[in-house]
């Protein structure tokens, strides 16, 4: 399991004794991006990561798998650091995740 597997899991069963750690609501994906440092409130806003929080996710679901989680992360990350290529914007985005508890 890699780091941001294991960042996922941690905020998917954030305040949810229910959660499988294998889907993530809404709401802990917005305090996961925000604790992390890639909701700035400048180049990433709660209402940017609303946005592509419903995009990737199934119609009809209410949270996002590991893989939607990813392309959400790839999205976010380009608007993050605009500069960087978009390889380079994910590897930053992933660094500021990583070993988040």
Known sequence: MT???KAF???AVYGDTAA???DMTGKNFSKML???GVMDGKAVTSTDVDIVF???KT???RNITYPEFQEAIKELSAKRFKGKSAEEAL???HQLMEGKE
């Open 91 to 93: 590897q930053a985005t």
């Open 9 to 11: 899991h941690k905020f």
């Open 59 to 61: 119609k009809t679901a």
């Open 34 to 36: 925000k604790e992390c």
């Open 54 to 56: 419903n995009k990737v």
């Open 20 to 22: 499988t750690g294998n």
């Open 3 to 5: 780091e941001l597997e």
